[in-house]
């Protein structure tokens, strides 16, 4: 079964001070992981996808990359507005998983003026 | 249109009445999936589709759901005889090809049951 675990649960930033959000996985046969970005209310905002270790995508402030066991999504002087709740899922491609997302937890971003 | 659109977006039911939820998918994606957000961030898979055929039912709770996507029509997630623990958010969203494309998420649905 396809696990995804991210931390922190929480992280609280002043504006401008640099940092990184962490995705550990396990998946039978990676197809693709994506992060999102969510909004109170909202449906998951598409950021990133990655394929395989070694990939690295970038936009604006964020810059997503990838290894064979987890994903790091850096955020580079962050904004009040990059705040949100941030979600990393797997895409597998074992047994009946063909298609569905599995979800982390999230980590919700704070970022003070 | 350029947008998954979910309607409506908060649904209140007593327990045991019937619940229907509706999804347009992004215009061009061949794809549908529906997911259920129970607690803050836990997203769970319920089914997906590949045009109308039923292409992963793996997390339907069989008894009281369903689902279909008709031709010319919004795709629709129906839940019989709603209990408490079906309270949730009901995401919906489609993407052009099954695999390795992302999937574009609606607002959801948000159902409540009293």
């Known amino acids: 079964e396809d696990q995804v675990t991210q931390s922190p649960e929480a992280l609280r930033l002043q504006e401008g001070e640099s940092s990184s959000l962490n995705c550990s996985y396990t998946?039978?046969?990676?197809?693709?992981l994506f992060w999102y970005r969510q909004d109170p209310g909202k449906g998951p905002e598409f950021l990133f996808t990655?394929?395989?270790a070694g990939e690295e995508k970038e936009k604006e402030r964020l810059k997503a990359t990838l290894t064979k066991k987890e994903s790091f999504l850096h955020i580079t002087a962050p904004k009040p507005e990059d705040s949100a709740t941030y979600l990393c899922?797997?895409?597998?491609?074992?047994?009946?998983?063909?298609?569905?997302?599995?979800f982390g937890q999230g980590t919700i971003l704070t970022v003070h003026p | 249109g350029e947008e998954v659109a979910q309607t409506p977006k908060h649904l209140v039911r007593g327990e045991g009445q019937k619940a229907k939820l509706y999804c347009a998918p992004i215009?061009?994606?061949?794809?549908v999936f529906w997911y259920q957000q129970v607690l803050k961030n836990e997203f769970k898979f319920l089914i997906s589709?590949?045009?109308?055929?039923?292409?992963?039912e793996t997390g339907m709770p069989k008894e009281r759901f369903s689902a279909k996507c008709l031709p010319n029509s919004p795709c629709s997630l129906e839940i019989q005889a709603t209990k408490l623990e079906d309270s949730a958010v009901y995401f919906c969203?489609?993407?052009?090809?099954?695999?390795?494309?992302?999937?574009?998420f609606g607002d959801g649905t948000r159902l409540s049951i009293l």
């Open positions: 990655l394929y395989s």
């Open positions: 589709f590949q045009n109308e055929n039923v292409f992963d």
């Open positions: 215009k061009g994606h061949s794809y």
């Open positions: 969203a489609s993407s052009q090809s099954g695999v390795r494309q992302p999937q574009h």
């Open positions: 899922a797997v895409q597998g491609g074992g047994g009946t998983s063909y298609g569905k997302l599995t």
């Open positions: 998946v039978s046969g990676l197809r693709g």
